[in-house]
Structure formats: structure tokens, C-alpha cells
């Protein structure tokens, strides 16, 4: 028989040798082989009733970058397919990451749903009228710029904003209002994925 005080000596004996099998029989998993890259998104305020698993965690692929920058480098006035559908074309790609803007259509295609940042700087060369570029998502207007001051050989309507596109929206610049009858070189329209959603 073992004193009272050698009692709870012999518990903590026993949990100690027991104690690592009921833990490793719990945790007795596969572990899991991520190959390739791979980004691990944790929500630090998930929903109630979480739509992936309970730890409000999702992977995503790690190739999913995503930005362009193109320019113009030459002044030809505007083709008759431009000044029909007055989409302001681009002939120089600089970043193509994930080759998601086309540069004969000059439309940039989402490759999923996200938050997109675009900018624009388009020049109007030699042109007294006032000129209107705004980007287009899916045919409507997002954002617009003016140019319009008739004192100058060269003057640029810029702007840039955030926009959510789901995938397959197609973005692009249209001219809404006036010419570039003298040409557009040096103009530039870039974006990239801020983050997916």
C-alpha cells in the first residue's frame, strides 16, 4: 500500500507514460506535401459559418501574379478600327506578368475576381480640343480625364483608381470625347492585381 502523498506521484507517473500515446494517437495523420509554390491566406476575422474550413485559412497558387504596362512609342494618327470603336491602343508592351493584356486588342482580360489598380496617361499631341479618356470595365466608365488646355503642343489626361473585376471582365482605355488626330506617343495605361478576393 503507498502512502497518501506517494498517490498523486503515481498518477503523474502514469500520465507521463500514457499521456504521449493518447496525444500522438490523435495527431496520427499524413502529413501534407505542398509542391510548388504556394500562399497560405489566413482570415483574422472569418465568418460564423466559414465557407472553407473552420480555421478561416485558404490556399491559393503562388503564380498567380498579375500586372502590364504598355506605351505608345510611335505617332500615327488613329487607324480606322480605332476611330470606330475609339479603344486607345498600345504598341509597346514593357510588363506582361501573366500575359493577361493583349497588345493587338489593347484590352487587358481578369484573370480572376480581385482588386485591380489601373493608371493612364494619355497625350494628346498638337490638338487644340479638348479631349475625354476614361477606363472602361466591361463597356462602362470607372474613371475619366480631361485634357483640354489649347495653349500647349502637348498635354496629358492622366488619372488611376481601384477597381473589383471578376474574372473574363475585360478593361480597357476609350477616348469618349474629341481626337488624337496629332498622335499619342508617350502615352502609357498600366495595371496589376492588388489582391484577389
Not at 64 to 83: I, K, L
Not at 132 to 156: C, H, K, Y
Request: proline share 5%; aromatic share 8%; hydrophobic share 40%.
Amino acid at each position: 500500500m503507498l502512502p497518501s502523498s506517494g498517490l498523486p506521484m503515481l498518477i503523474l507517473a502514469t500520465l507521463l507514460l500514457i499521456g504521449p500515446l493518447v496525444v500522438r494517437g490523435q495527431n496520427d495523420t499524413e502529413p501534407i506535401v505542398l509542391e510548388g509554390k504556394c500562399l497560405v491566406v489566413c482570415d483574422s476575422t472569418p465568418s460564423s459559418e466559414p465557407a472553407g474550413n473552420a480555421l478561416g485559412m485558404s490556399v491559393r497558387s503562388g503564380t498567380g501574379r498579375v500586372a502590364f504596362s504598355a506605351t505608345r512609342q510611335t505617332n500615327h494618327e488613329p487607324t480606322d478600327m480605332s476611330n470606330r470603336t475609339m479603344i486607345i491602343y498600345f504598341d509597346q508592351i514593357l510588363v506582361n506578368v501573366g500575359g493577361h493584356f493583349d497588345q493587338e486588342s489593347s484590352i487587358f482580360l481578369a484573370p480572376r475576381r480581385g482588386v485591380y489598380s489601373f493608371n493612364f496617361h494619355v497625350v494628346k499631341a498638337y490638338n487644340r480640343q479638348t479631349i475625354q479618356v476614361s477606363l472602361m470595365l466591361n463597356g462602362w466608365p470607372m474613371i475619366s480625364a480631361f485634357a483640354g488646355d489649347q495653349d500647349v503642343t502637348r498635354e496629358a489626361a492622366t488619372n488611376a483608381g481601384l477597381v473589383i473585376m471578376e474574372r473574363g471582365d475585360k478593361a480597357y482605355l476609350k477616348l469618349e470625347r474629341g481626337n488624337l488626330m496629332g498622335g499619342w506617343k508617350y502615352s502609357t495605361f498600366s495595371g496589376f492585381l492588388v489582391f484577389p478576393l
